[in-house]
């Protein structure tokens, strides 16, 4: 029996460093690769697809010491649109449509972000990537990824990351490090787990949106997040 989805439509947020892959820094050819392929086979069992994704494989603002907050997140919201186009330009050679909208208008390239545009998008099966950020400095892409979850109604954050789950501590650092696989939005603001930043959780808190956490890098694990399967870390209230 042919794997059914247990989820209409979904925003998939993929960190930058995921991008990166082993080179940790730029794109990896591989990883983007691997990435369309599995969007291109769950858009195949009738899934809509909307993509965040970060910019920290091209610049992370917090690390420069000389320059004001606001300049630091703008520009990492440009990094954002590099990672956007290349996301593009990958899923759309698997067949699929794709539009990349942005928060920060740059029509020659994307279209800018309107809700409703973007929701008649997924309606058609076209695969939607937001970039840019909301648009304003002092937010992060996971409170993007909240935030356009709750405007376009999608019933769950995929958080694809380099790590396989959530933990209580680094588990490079920490071997004994505690592996969860069911949280409450609650206990990750109250344990600090660093899951999402304390404005994205809280967020999807208040608004009842589950979060899937789990690792990138490992072929079907997408497909096995729409399908229900045990894998990484599920968070809801």
């Known amino acids: 029996m042919a794997p059914q989805s247990i989820y209409k439509r979904v925003v998939l947020k993929i960190s930058g460093e995921a991008l990166a892959g082993e080179k940790h820094i730029g794109l990896d050819d591989d990883m983007l690769a691997t990435v369309a392929s599995d969007i291109k086979k769950i858009a195949d069992l009738g899934v809509q697809t909307a993509l965040v994704v970060g910019g920290g494989n091209f610049w992370r603002g917090r690390t420069s010491m000389n320059m004001d907050r606001a300049t630091a997140d703008y520009m990492g919201m440009l990094a954002t649109v590099i990672n956007g186009l290349a996301l593009q330009s990958a899923i759309e050679?698997?067949?699929?449509?794709?539009?990349?909208?942005?928060?920060?208008?740059?029509?020659?390239?994307?279209?800018?972000?309107?809700?409703?545009?973007?929701?008649?998008?997924?309606?058609?099966?076209?695969?939607?990537?937001?970039?840019?950020?909301?648009?304003?400095?002092?937010?992060?892409?996971?409170?993007?990824?909240?935030?356009?979850?709750?405007?376009?109604?999608?019933?769950?954050?995929?958080?694809?990351?380099?790590?396989?789950?959530?933990?209580?501590?680094?588990?490079?650092?920490?071997?004994?490090?505690?592996?969860?696989?069911?949280?409450?939005?609650?206990?990750?603001?109250?344990?600090?787990?660093?899951?999402?930043?304390?404005?994205?959780?809280?967020?999807?808190?208040?608004?009842?949106?589950?979060?899937?956490v789990f690792a990138i890098g490992e072929p079907g694990n997408l497909i096995k997040a729409v399908t229900g399967e045990e894998i990484g870390t599920y968070i809801s209230n």
């Open 93 to 212: 050679s698997t067949g699929l449509a794709t539009r990349v909208q942005t928060a920060i208008e740059m029509r020659e390239i994307a279209e800018p972000y309107i809700r409703r545009k973007a929701i008649t998008h997924l309606d058609k099966n076209r695969v939607v990537i937001f970039a840019a950020g909301t648009g304003n400095p002092f937010f992060s892409t996971d409170t993007t990824a909240a935030l356009r979850a709750a405007e376009i109604d999608a019933d769950i954050i995929l958080l694809a990351k380099k790590i396989d789950a959530v933990y209580s501590d680094d588990p490079e650092k920490n071997p004994d490090a505690i592996r969860y696989s069911r949280l409450t939005h609650q206990e990750v603001l109250e344990k600090g787990l660093g899951v999402m930043d304390s404005t994205a959780a809280s967020l999807c808190r208040d608004n009842e949106i589950p979060i899937h």
